[in-house]
C-alpha cells in the first residue's frame, strides 16, 4: 500500500519522477550522436543535438522544471492548508497526465496536441489556486 498522503502528493511525486526523468532520452540521443566518452565529459550546450525530436525533449524538459515549480508550490499549499477534495485530487491527477501528454507530443512535434496539453495542466493549477480561496 502507498504510504503518500493524499492524491495531491501523491501526484506530485509521479509528477516529479516524470520530470525527473526527461533528460533519459536526449542523453541516450547524446551518446549515440557523440559516444560515451564525449557524452560523459563536461557537455557541450553550444552545440545542440542533431535529432530535431532531442532538442524537443530538452525544452520539453525545462517546461516541466518551470510547470513542476508552480505546481509544487499549489499542491503543498493546498495540503498545508488543508482545502484536499474531490476536485484538488481530480486536478492534481489530470495535470500529470496533462504534462505526460506534453513531453510526449512535445517530442513527436505535435504543435496543437502540445499547446492543448500544455494548457490544460494550466487549468489545473488554476482550479488548485482557486481551492485555495473558497
Same mark, same amino acid.
Given at each position: =500500500?502507498? @504510504?503518500? $498522503?493524499?492524491?495531491?502528493? +501523491?501526484? /506530485? #511525486?509521479?509528477?516529479?519522477?516524470?520530470?525527473? *526523468?526527461?533528460?533519459?532520452?536526449?542523453?541516450?540521443?547524446?551518446?549515440?550522436?557523440?559516444?560515451?566518452?564525449?557524452?560523459?565529459?563536461?557537455?557541450?550546450?553550444?552545440?545542440?543535438?542533431?535529432?530535431?525530436?532531442?532538442?524537443?525533449?530538452?525544452?520539453?524538459?525545462?517546461?516541466? =522544471?518551470? @510547470?513542476? $515549480?508552480?505546481?509544487?508550490? +499549489?499542491? /503543498? #499549499?493546498?495540503?498545508?492548508?488543508?482545502?484536499? *477534495?474531490?476536485?484538488?485530487?481530480?486536478?492534481?491527477?489530470?495535470?500529470?497526465?496533462?504534462?505526460?501528454?506534453?513531453?510526449?507530443?512535445?517530442?513527436?512535434?505535435?504543435?496543437?496536441?502540445?499547446?492543448?496539453?500544455?494548457?490544460?495542466?494550466?487549468?489545473?493549477?488554476?482550479?488548485?489556486?482557486? @481551492?485555495?480561496?473558497?
Amino acid at each position: =500500500m502507498n @504510504n503518500i $498522503a493524499s492524491p495531491e502528493l +501523491l501526484y /506530485l #511525486a509521479l509528477t516529479a519522477g516524470l520530470t525527473g *526523468s526527461l533528460w533519459l532520452g536526449y542523453i541516450v540521443n547524446r551518446i549515440g550522436e557523440r559516444g560515451v566518452l564525449a557524452t560523459l565529459k563536461t557537455p557541450d550546450l553550444e552545440t545542440p543535438p542533431q535529432a530535431s525530436w532531442a532538442r524537443r525533449l530538452i525544452r520539453a524538459h525545462s517546461n516541466a =522544471m518551470e @510547470n513542476l $515549480a508552480v505546481f509544487t508550490a +499549489l499542491v /503543498l #499549499a493546498v495540503q498545508l492548508s488543508q482545502v484536499n *477534495s474531490d476536485v484538488t485530487a481530480t486536478a492534481a491527477c489530470l495535470f500529470f497526465y496533462a504534462r505526460l501528454a506534453h513531453a510526449i507530443t512535445y517530442t513527436m512535434g505535435v504543435p496543437v496536441l502540445r499547446t492543448l496539453a500544455f494548457f490544460a495542466g494550466f487549468c489545473c493549477q488554476i482550479i488548485l489556486l482557486i @481551492n485555495l480561496f473558497i
